[in-house]
């Protein structure tokens, strides 16, 4: 299965760690020099705790590798009593700085972690108040409230696009392996026409040059005759190849409607190969979003017919019948393999039919029916729902 990322902390940008860092760092030094400037001396433990805690603040902005060692929920902890002892002691001298600190505190618990921890640490910041009762504890209660019910909703909407990262990364890798799969198909695809058309005609007429070259050292009529049937090979074999070239080409439709852009494919096709077709088409409104796709049905079918029918005929007709397009491809070819008419879902189960041409009839959610006459042509009629 694909890797899929994740919402958890060591997918954050360093610039969320810095900065929570450097705002842990402010808010310690900024109580040691408030303590140590009040009027009422703090006790000393809690002098000391509030050095040692500056000290670790310090240690976690400069060197990071401080805190990587440990739980995400270690830190937060040593934050969370810390503030809960700061508060018990100082809450009647620095009202704004535990405030503060509360702040920081639930930024931090919504940023780095989920929404269940961050309504632990709302639930026992209450219960801290509600049993110890601190100086002004009365007034920095409702802000721990309101507070904390915004980092939980903070948390909450971060999971939530979370997880909607996690499914648009999934969906980019599925689609990349799609991509990928369907370019080796594309690719064993070239590989299968050149070998089977150019490259066996190139075969032939190197082959067939070592004849002449034979014949005209013994007979010089014979071998100036076998000459000219090789040059009208060569300028087949130079058409065989353009039209090769031109079917690996990317469609170039914009601007143009469908009605059009399949015109212009049926014009190339009688230039390259020299088969006759013929084209009609009713005045199509609402163009289906599948636009290139109906464009290759109709170029790999005109394909086909170059390569395996053996057709002096092909007609393609182009037409809208409600809210479904109707496409009839008709040459008087060699035809398919088969005889008689098979619907999509039959030539798929019997594994006969143009198998490029069903892959993307069925991914439009169209329908189609191969109708073979050996020695007497085919019909492709395909329906796709606009």
Partial sequence: M??????????????????????RTILALAFLAVGSAAVRILPLPIMLLASAFTIYSLL?????????????????????VIFLV???????????????????LLLEAAILHSWREVFAVLVLCQGFFLL?????????????????????????????????????????GLLRGEAEKLRETERQRIADDFHDGPLQSFISFQMRLSVVQQ????????????????????????????AF????????????????????????????TGISASY???????????????????????????KHSKASRVAISLTKQGEMLHIELEDDGTGFPFSGNYDLSELEALRIGPGSIKRRVRSLGGEMVASSRPGHGATLRIRIPL
């Fill in 2 to 23: 694909t890797n899929r990322v994740t919402a958890e902390p060591k997918y954050l940008s360093p610039l969320w760690w810095q900065s929570l860092a450097v705002i």
């Fill in 60 to 80: 976690a902005l400069l060197w990071r590798d401080v805190e990587q060692h440990w739980p995400p929920m270690l830190s937060m902890g040593i934050d969370v």
């Fill in 86 to 104: 700061f508060a018990h002691y100082s809450a009647d001298q620095t009202l704004w700085f535990n405030s503060l600190f509360y702040v920081y």
């Fill in 132 to 172: 110890l009762k601190p100086a002004q504890g009365d007034i920095l209660q409702p802000l721990v409230m309101l507070a904390g019910i915004l980092a939980c909703t903070l948390a909450l909407e971060k999971r939530v696009l979370g997880d909607h990262l996690n499914d648009a990364v999934f969906q980019i």
């Fill in 215 to 242: 014949m005209l050292s013994r007979d010089l009529a014979t071998g100036l005759r076998e000459l000219q049937d090789l040059q009208s090979v060569c300028r087949s074999q130079v058409a065989e190849l353009r």
């Fill in 245 to 272: 070239v031109r079917g690996m080409r990317p469609l170039e439709v914009e601007g143009e409607s469908l009605s059009t852009a399949i015109r212009r494919l049926v014009d190339n096709f009688k230039k390259d």
């Fill in 280 to 306: 009609s088409s009713q005045e199509v409104t609402g163009e289906p979003e599948s636009f290139l796709e109906v464009l290759q049905i109709v170029r790999e079918s005109l394909n086909n017919v170059q």
